[in-house]
């Protein structure tokens, strides 16, 4: 058995601006991917499908706002 993805990298959603926060949510969202599927073979496989699907490219977007929304909400939205 592989040793669990670490969802949220460094421990902290605190970032120094919107730009960081913004890298975070995307790799954040990277990582949910990988957890859902941790075989790197079959994500591999898969890519192509979702690659060439407009309408799982806008839920990868969506995954990635929500993602965002909630790095912005812990920053305070850097205010």
């Known amino acids: 058995m592989?040793?669990?993805t670490?969802?949220?990298p460094g421990n902290s959603l605190i970032t120094k601006d919107a730009e960081e926060g913004r890298?975070?949510?995307m790799k954040m969202a990277r990582l949910v991917m990988k957890a859902t599927q941790p075989d790197a073979e079959v994500r591999?496989?898969?890519r192509p499908v979702y690659a060439e699907d407009p309408t799982m490219l806008l839920l990868l977007?969506?995954?990635v706002a929500m993602e965002f929304a909630t790095v912005a909400k812990a920053n305070n939205y850097w205010t």
Request: charged share 15%; net charge neutral.
């Open 61 to 63: 977007g969506q995954t």
């Open 23 to 25: 890298q975070l949510a």
């Open 44 to 46: 591999g496989k898969l």
């Open 6 to 8: 670490t969802l949220v």
């Open 2 to 4: 592989s040793e669990p």
